[in-house]
């Protein structure tokens, strides 16, 4: 009689973890370590500091598949927040897809700078993709209201979610527009971190970004200021008096915007750095 073959010891997640490590970091994929813990927990359904707890417990198979397909996009240079699903920013779960840009940290500094002063009353974000800048607005401001814009209704759709999930649906209204254009009253607040990478720069991006995100999202063609110009042309007919502008750029960006604006006949421009010391947001005041 043949004997049977000795059952297969389940993985734990602590190995799986390690497996997960490993085949990232040989496929070249920066922050490994990282991006394999939050894949794990992802596919395991749990937050990733509950990880440890489990740390020695044996996978369940659906588990361990769900890892494997989520290593496998990964290592096809997929972002981890499209594979997951969501994106942590100022604290709060936004959901991400493959429609929007996957929020950045830099982000977060229009957010720190736009609570540093009063409240707005009236807030306008334009090109919102996920909704981060005025649902987060919306959440830390409870009597603010908002309009949120953008040219894709794939992107509004995202933003609808995210207000819906967060709350703060009943006091956004989501336009399709290109910019100014279909936007309608003042607003003491102007936000926008517009699509700003020129066009020949998009060939030199990573492979995470150039493959996975809408280009809508990354380059508006040419020199990659369009939206600024078309922002400093609209500004005097929807900032209210006394009303604060801040706008999000890219490296090396600053000078050439605030040229723009200053043709607009906007002065008195400022540029915030971010965490990493790179001039990141442009602010600006209308006078009373």
Same mark, same amino acid.
């Not at 700078?113 to 909704?131: C, E, N, Y």
């Not at 996975?212 to 929807?238: Q, S, V």
């Given at each position: 009689?043949?004997e ?12 799986a973890?390690?497996?997960a ?7 070249g994929i920066p ?14 359904g ?14 369940r198979?659906? *588990?361990?598949? !769900?890892?494997d397909?989520?290593?496998?996009? #990964? ?10 699903? #969501?994106?942590?920013f100022?604290g #709060?779960?936004? %959901?991400v897809?493959?429609d ?5 940290p830099? *982000?977060?500094e229009?957010?720190a ?6 409240p707005?009353g =009236?807030?306008?974000?334009?090109? *919102?993709?996920?909704g ?13 209201? !908002?309009v ?12 609808a =979610? ?7 649906d ?5 336009? %399709?527009?290109?910019?100014f254009?279909g936007?309608?009253?003042v607003?003491d607040?102007?936000?926008s971190n ?7 720069d998009?060939?030199s991006?990573?492979?995470d970004?150039r %493959?996975?995100?809408?280009?809508? !999202?990354? *380059?508006p063609?040419g ?10 042309a ?10 604060r502008v801040?706008l999000e750029?890219?490296?090396?960006q600053?000078?050439a915007? #605030?040229?723009i604006f200053?043709? !607009? ?12 010391? =790179?001039?990141?947001?442009? %602010? ?5």
């Amino acid at each position: 009689m043949t004997e049977a073959a000795p059952e297969t010891q389940a993985e734990t997640h602590a190995e799986a973890q390690r497996r997960a490590t490993r085949a990232l970091a040989e496929a070249g994929i920066p922050g490994a370590a990282r991006d394999a813990r939050a894949l794990l927990a992802h596919a395991a359904g749990i937050a990733p500091d509950a990880l440890v707890l489990r740390a020695e417990m044996a996978m369940r198979s659906e *588990t361990s598949a !769900a890892l494997d397909l989520a290593l496998a996009q #990964r290592i096809a240079r997929r972002p981890v927040a499209q594979i997951i699903g #969501r994106r942590e920013f100022w604290g #709060r779960d936004f %959901e991400v897809t493959a429609d929007v840009l996957d929020p950045r940290p830099e *982000t977060e500094e229009i957010v720190a700078l736009a609570l540093s002063d009063l409240p707005a009353g =009236r807030i306008l974000d334009l090109g *919102t993709g996920t909704g981060i800048l005025a649902l987060t607005l919306l959440s830390e401001w409870r009597e603010a209201r !908002a309009v949120a814009t953008d040219i894709s209704p794939a992107a509004l759709a995202v933003a609808a =979610r995210n207000a819906a999930r967060l709350g703060v649906d009943e006091r956004l209204t989501l336009v %399709e527009s290109d910019w100014f254009n279909g936007v309608e009253g003042v607003f003491d607040l102007i936000v926008s971190n517009p699509p700003y990478i020129p066009a020949a720069d998009i060939a030199s991006l990573d492979a995470d970004v150039r %493959e996975w995100e809408p280009h809508l !999202a990354l *380059t508006p063609g040419g020199d990659g200021l369009g939206p600024y110009r078309a922002i400093a042309a609209g500004l005097g007919k929807h900032l209210a008096p006394g009303g604060r502008v801040l706008l999000e750029f890219g490296a090396g960006q600053g000078a050439a915007i #605030r040229a723009i604006f200053a043709r !607009a006949g906007w002065q008195g421009t400022v540029l915030h750095p971010d965490l990493a010391g =790179r001039d990141r947001v442009l %602010e600006l005041r209308r006078s009373r």
